[in-house]
């Protein structure tokens, strides 16, 4: 046990700012007697609170931010600060309530048009992880349909308001349908963004969670007075987990996702859930989002995870790498670079690596096609497009690397 402690003890707080801790031990849906104490004892500090709220709002925090001060100690937060907050935190329980409406009458339009959806992140995750639509903040409604009706379910979306965010040429489309795994549409009044999805990750990054296997095991769950189906918890933890490895961790917001759906979901079975990300070559993401989740925001594992997450020698090393860029400033070429050498450690599989590493190299992204338009008999050619954009863009070290050499 003496192991396990020390592996999993919380990240001292030395060096770190008093801002990040802050942000830290108000990044619950739930405030234990332990976190006010602390979160009274660092606001006795000199708080930057333009640092503060800038970076809450970068992490996706500001309504765990707002509730979590207002509810512990409001008097010692200046009013000056406490009136935006308490501002952007009305706005976004608006804005969410209105996202929710609109995600129930597309799920209505595609049940009447005969196509199976699962949504998921967005305000279904508020309520299943967070327990309510105010305490998370999202821009977009992610919908999982099958492969085989995404066509139809786009032009469903349009004839109902909606366009692409990018229009694209047949050659475009059919490639972007290979590379890619969603559709970004954007409604008439901007008011709504959804991402129309057919994979939780594009096939380039090798983690093949299909909506066939999601629909299978989904459960009905109670949403804004309606019953709805999404992913499962053992699904939709791993979903978080892969997703979050997938950009490198750069938010708390998504970490806190994680915590808070365990918290919710008391019968998680973790036996499962381990064989199912190993089955997917995910068993390391997750692993990484499990240990971001217990060190940083303290969320309780059983004795079992714990032991199970000692297993894998890369996991601490990761998580320190996550933990040293989560308040840094990096530019985005560096960002770039890191997450492609980030999403080759974060695999356990050989195989997994080396597919990644070459797919991520030679798979035309949305850029590569908006680039040139192509005809259909040239489309091939956005895939040799790919390595020299990266080249012009990043010069040839990053390429290399991201390879593995």
């Avoid at 963004?193 to 969670?209: A, D, K």
């Avoid at 933890?237 to 938010?251: A, I, Y």
């Avoid at 990266?390 to 593995?404: C, E, N, Q, T, V």
Wanted: charged content about 20%; overall charge neutral.
């Amino acid at each position: 046990m003496a192991v396990t402690m020390s592996l999993f003890a919380r990240a001292p707080a030395t060096g770190r700012r008093p801002e990040a801790e802050l942000l830290l031990c108000c990044a619950r849906s739930y405030m234990d007697g332990a976190n006010a104490e602390r979160i009274k004892a660092l606001l006795r500090d000199d708080i930057d609170w333009v640092y503060l709220s800038g970076t809450a709002l970068l992490h996706g925090m500001m309504p765990l931010l707002y509730r979590n001060l207002h509810t512990t100690c409001p008097e010692a937060v200046p009013t000056a600060v406490l009136n935006p907050l308490q501002h952007h935190f009305h706005t976004n329980v608006a804005r969410n309530a209105l996202s929710a409406e609109e995600l129930l009458r597309l799920l209505n339009l595609l049940e009447a048009h005969g196509i199976r959806a699962l949504p998921y992140k967005g305000p279904v995750l508020a309520t299943l992880a967070h327990g309510s639509l105010s305490l998370r903040e999202f821009y977009d409604l992610d919908i999982l349909v099958p492969r085989a009706d995404i066509l139809r379910a786009r032009d469903l979306f349009v004839s109902q308001g909606y366009r692409e965010s990018i229009p694209l040429t047949r050659a475009q489309e059919a490639t972007y349908l290979r590379s890619h795994h969603d559709y970004t549409l954007i409604r008439h009044d901007g008011m709504v963004t959804v991402e129309l999805q057919w994979g939780v990750t594009q096939r380039y990054f090798s983690c093949p969670i299909g909506f066939d296997s999601l629909w299978e095991r989904r459960e009905k769950i109670s949403f804004a007075g309606r019953t709805i189906v999404s992913p499962c918890p053992e699904d939709l933890l791993l979903v978080l987990c892969v997703h979050g490895s997938k950009h490198l961790w750069r938010r708390l917001g998504w970490i806190c996702d994680v915590a808070e759906l365990i918290r919710a979901q008391q019968d998680i079975d973790w036996e499962w859930g381990f064989a199912q990300a190993r089955a997917l070559g995910g068993e390391r993401m997750l692993f990484l989002g499990l240990f971001l989740a217990k060190t940083l925001l303290g969320v309780p594992l059983p004795p079992a995870v714990l032991q199970k997450l000692q297993t894998d020698p890369a996991v601490p090393s990761l998580a320190a790498q996550v933990q040293e860029r989560l308040f840094g400033e990096v530019d985005d070429v560096t960002r770039a670079f890191e997450s492609y050498l980030f999403c080759l450690r974060v695999r356990e599989r050989v195989q997994d690596k080396l597919r990644y590493g070459l797919r991520v190299v030679l798979t035309p992204y949305l850029p590569d096609l908006v680039l040139l338009p192509l005809p259909s008999s040239l489309a091939f050619a956005y895939y040799l497009l790919r390595p020299i954009r990266l080249i012009r863009d990043y010069g040839l070290m990053p390429l290399k690397r991201s390879l593995g050499f």
